[in-house]
Each structure stands twice: as C-alpha cells, then as structure tokens.
C-alpha cells in the first residue's frame, strides 16, 4: 500500500489532473483533500475532455473510489452540473462519495464574494467569486453549514436561521439583497435530496482502504504560492494546498503519506493578483499564453506567463517533502530559441534565494540564468532519450535545482504523451 499526494509546485495551474489521471489507472482510491470550484483540473483521455473542479480526476477509472474529502468546500449546483457532464458522456458516478464533514459553499457566500471583492476597489485579491473564502471563513466562525447538514432538514435550517442575521447585516452593509431563510433552506434540502446516498461518513472507507493495501492518491487544488499559510498572501487560496493539508483535509495519519509527486509547470502561469517575480510581458508570454493554451479552466481568464521560478522551486520541494517532480507542458517551449530559469530575486541592493515575504516579494526583480531553446518538437517523444539534448538538459537542471528526481514528463495533453521515467 502506497499514500502519494499529488501537489502543485507553483501557483497553480500545474496539470495536476493530468498527473492523477495517469496514476489513478492503478490505484483503489483518489482523495481530493482540499479548495472548492475556484480551480479546475483538465483531463484529456480517451473518454474526451474534461475540465474538473470538484470530482476527483479518478473519476475516469470505475475501479477507484473517487472521494470529496472533509477538507473540501462544496458549491451543491456546481457539483451537480458536473456530474451531469461526466454522466453525459457516458462516465459511471456509482463510486463517488462526498464526506459529510465538508462544508457547504451556500449561495450568500458567493454573494458575499463578490461584493466584498468589488468593495477592495483597486487592492483586489483576484478571487473567483465563487464563495470559497467567506465559506471558509464560517467554518473557522464555526458558523458553516455541512454536507451531512442537507439530510437533516429541522437541523439545517436552525443551522441556517442561527447564520443568516450576520449574513443579511454584512449583505446589507454593502447594498445587497436580504437572503430569506424558508426559500434558501427549501433550496439547500433539494441538494440534499439530489446528492442524497452520497452523502457518507468517508473515515470507514479511507481506512480500510489503508488497512486493506490499497494505493490511494491525494489530489490537491492550487499550489504552495496560493497556500493561505506559505503563499504570497494575502492573494491566496483559503486553505492548505501543500502535501501536509491532505493529511487533515483527506482523514488520514500523518505517517501515511509515502509519496509526494510535486506538479511542475515548464515554465511560470499565475491567475489572479499578487506577486509573480517572473512574470513577462512581451512576445514570449504571448508564445507561452497561445501554444499552452493558458487560460483559467474556471474562469476563461487568460494567466499571467513567465519563466520557470527556481527560487519558488526548492522553496515548495522542501514544505511538501518531494519525492519526485511531474514536469508538465514540456512541448510548449519548443521553438524557443532560449529559455530562462529565475535563480535568485534582487531586492533592493541584496539578492535573495529564498521566498521572503509577500511585500519583499513584490519589490523582488528576477536574477535570471539562461540555457539554449530547441528547435525539435517534443510532443512524439515517449523516451527519455527522444527528448532533444537541450531539453534534457533544462530539465536535469530543474530537478538539481528542486534537489528531486524527475519522475514524469508531459509533452501533451494526451495520456500516451507522459515520458515515466
């Protein structure tokens, strides 16, 4: 029995779904651990194209349990569309389960997303809107409405009766519309009753999964840059995307956790505000937005682009425990006739080579080495020795640099398009 935890290394956006696509044709279980559908996942196989927010990207395999763990916050009309998607086309939800300790994302926590987000004028966070962080925020209140919650009408709505006059005086502080309690609980029971039989404790399940062997991955949302603890916050996710969140937000021990694949993009994306030291604005993000297709699965938004972070990189190696990288979009730099690796940021007159806060991190200019593009395309590599020397040696150089082997290489969206080294 192997626990792996599948993490992004960055700020997101890494291909972390493609990852555990791949591993979870072997394994008994796929735990998503933490976040809500602020992110997407993207998988390409042979059942089509997916972009996942809240079902685990094990979905795929109908041997594998597929679970939204407790750490999770659960938008009920977002997670049903999606599963009316998956269902469409022909995918089997009989193995998907939804732990009855993950809060609920209620429709005044997208309300008031939006309307404190507009209220922050021009120090906006760059949040979504879809209500992550005001759910968040109840349930460290101890003001959070559950999953088990939808199955218990008296109990919701007291649960929700207790909650609404702070709601309705904070909606009202910024001009918005009260939220009545009958209608909204009368909405939140429907959800109860549409997800109703999925609804579980999920703690049995995850431990005999570990007690009978079997392999189970976690699947986080995000990467350590947008992690509320270890971030450039506060233009962060609301909880713990790192390796250590999937021990609370998945039901497990911390000894159990024997893998961590960290997810590495080829180069630097970032969607939302905040500090991003190697962000570009010239010809080369253009090439980088354009070939890789670099636009939120969420939100359509188009991401920031840069260089590959290398100060970023050992920083989120050492905080999960690596052992192994997943690089991905490899084939989006073929072309380019050089390609830079940020090695140190200068701040002020010193250079640093470690993540310093979020405020020295916003005055930090890249100090850049540089190394030789390749002109081969790279998508029909299935070796290592495919790959042209260039980009052998870039890569030799991301894993010295994180002080991790390289496990797997993306050339491509595609399954078969995964160098496992």
């Given at each position: ?109 997208r309300m ?157 994306t970032a ?34 682009c840069g ?115």
């Open positions: 029995m192997t626990v792996t935890a599948v993490v992004g290394a960055q700020w997101g956006d890494e291909g972390k779904g493609r990852i555990v696509d791949y591993l979870a044709q072997d394994v008994g279980m796929v735990i998503r651990f933490q976040g809500g559908d602020n992110a997407g996942h993207t998988v390409v196989n042979e059942h089509g194209t997916f972009r996942l927010h809240l079902v685990p990207s094990g979905i795929f395999n109908p041997n594998t349990a597929c679970i939204i763990g407790p750490g999770t916050v659960i938008h009920p009309p977002a997670l049903l569309d999606e599963m009316t998607e998956l269902a469409t086309a022909g995918i089997s939800l009989d193995n998907l389960w939804i732990s009855e300790r993950a809060h609920v994302v209620m429709p005044y926590h008031l997303d939006g309307l404190e987000e507009s209220a922050r004028g021009g120090a906006q966070i760059g949040t979504t809107k879809r209500g992550i962080g005001p759910a968040y925020a109840d349930k460290a209140a101890r003001a959070g409405i559950r999953m088990g919650d939808l199955r218990r009408p008296g109990y919701l709505a007291d649960r929700i009766g207790l909650a609404l006059p702070r709601i309705n005086r904070t909606i009202a502080h910024f001009g918005g519309e009260e939220v009545e309690l009958y209608g909204l609980a009368r909405q939140a029971m429907g959800w109860g009753n549409a997800l109703d039989g999925r609804i579980v404790d999920t703690t049995p399940m995850v431990r005999a999964a570990l007690t009978e062997g079997r392999d189970v991955l976690l699947e986080g949302q995000l990467g350590i840059m947008r992690d509320i603890d270890w971030g450039t916050y506060p233009y962060v996710t609301s909880s713990n995307p790192i390796a250590g969140g999937g021990f609370a937000g998945a039901g497990l021990p911390p000894r159990a956790i024997e893998r961590v694949v960290g997810v590495v993009k080829a180069y630097c969607v939302g505000a905040g500090p991003f030291p190697t962000e570009l604005h010239d010809d080369v993000a253009e090439h980088l937005r354009g070939v890789g297709q670099e636009y939120g699965a969420t939100t359509g938004r188009p991401r920031r260089w590959l972070d290398g100060v970023a990189l050992p920083y989120a190696a050492w905080l999960n425990g690596f052992t192994g990288l997943a690089i991905t979009k490899l084939d989006v730099l073929d072309g380019l006739p050089e390609l830079k690796i940020c090695v140190g940021y200068r701040i002020g007159d010193e250079i640093v080579r470690s993540v310093p806060d979020t405020y020295n991190m916003g005055r930090a200019d890249p100090v850049y080495e540089s190394w030789p593009g390749w002109r081969e395309e790279t998508r029909h590599c299935r070796r290592w020795n495919d790959l042209p020397q260039a980009a052998r040696a870039y890569l030799d150089r991301i894993s010295e640099i994180a002080a991790t082997p390289l496990q797997y290489i993306s050339v491509g969206p595609g399954r078969e398009q995964l160098i496992v080294l």
